[in-house]
Every structure is written in structure tokens, then in C-alpha cells.
């Protein structure tokens, strides 16, 4: 069983910056890849960024490229999503989720590819 706990998240004017954190327990962290999605109120989960379990490899949305970076450090069971230039079309739950079964580089963009999720931080980006 793998827990993933999301903190970071909270209101932002546009422009801001904010990191969130997912630390993650009960397995061997640096065998997971992971990713982060998200979901706005009406509408459909959708992808975000991902990771594989070498950290080589990434993915990001069209939407939050150039502005979004994410990296992990195995060393505390942590990854992080470090998002710039903040729009309120980034509004959103966003989840962090790991993935058990990707080879060593590979990344998922895909949800149902995830094993395990996380509750999900709030972001808010006012305009």
C-alpha cells in the first residue's frame, strides 16, 4: 500500500509561483513514477505532468510548459511541482499519483495508467 499526501496548495494572485510538495510512504519510492494531474470544477481530470522512476524522463501539458517544473528527491520520498507565472485557468484540485508498473524511464500522461492518488491540494490563481 502506497500513501501519497499533497501539500502546497492556496490562494494566489496571477503571475505568483507555487510548490507543491506529494511525499509519499509505504513502498520503495524510488520504484515509483509519478505524475501530477488536476481537475477545475465541471470538468474532466486531466494531466498535468509526469515523471519516470530515474527522474530522466518528464511530460508536461502543453497548458503549463516553460512554466511548470517538476523533480523528485528520492531521499525523502518527495516530489515536487514547482509552477511559475501562475494563470487562473490553473485553477484546480491537484493530484499527485504513482505509477508501479512503468519501466525505469517511461512516464505516463495517462490516469488510469496510476496506481495510487493522493487527496488533492486546492489551488486558486485570481486574475
Known amino acids: 500500500q502506497v500513501q501519497l499526501v499533497e501539500s502546497g496548495g492556496g490562494l494566489v494572485q496571477a503571475g505568483d509561483s507555487l510548490r507543491l510538495s506529494c511525499a509519499a510512504s509505504?513502498?520503495?519510492?524510488?520504484?515509483?513514477?509519478m505524475g501530477w494531474f488536476r481537475q477545475a470544477p465541471g470538468k474532466e481530470r486531466e494531466f498535468v505532468t509526469a515523471?519516470?522512476?530515474?527522474?530522466?524522463?518528464?511530460s508536461y501539458a502543453d497548458s503549463v510548459k516553460g512554466r511548470f517544473t517538476f523533480s523528485r528527491d528520492d531521499e525523502k520520498n518527495t516530489v515536487y511541482l514547482q509552477m511559475n507565472s501562475l494563470k487562473p485557468e490553473d485553477t484546480a484540485v491537484y493530484y499527485c499519483?504513482?505509477?508501479?508498473?512503468?519501466?525505469?524511464?517511461?512516464?505516463?500522461?495517462?490516469?488510469?495508467?496510476?496506481?495510487?492518488w493522493g487527496q488533492g491540494t486546492q489551488v486558486t490563481v485570481s486574475s
Open positions: 499519483a504513482a505509477d508501479l508498473r512503468l519501466t525505469y524511464d517511461s512516464v505516463s500522461l495517462y490516469a488510469d495508467s496510476y496506481d495510487y
Open positions: 509505504g513502498r520503495t519510492f524510488k520504484n515509483y513514477a
Open positions: 515523471i519516470s522512476r530515474n527522474g530522466g524522463s518528464t
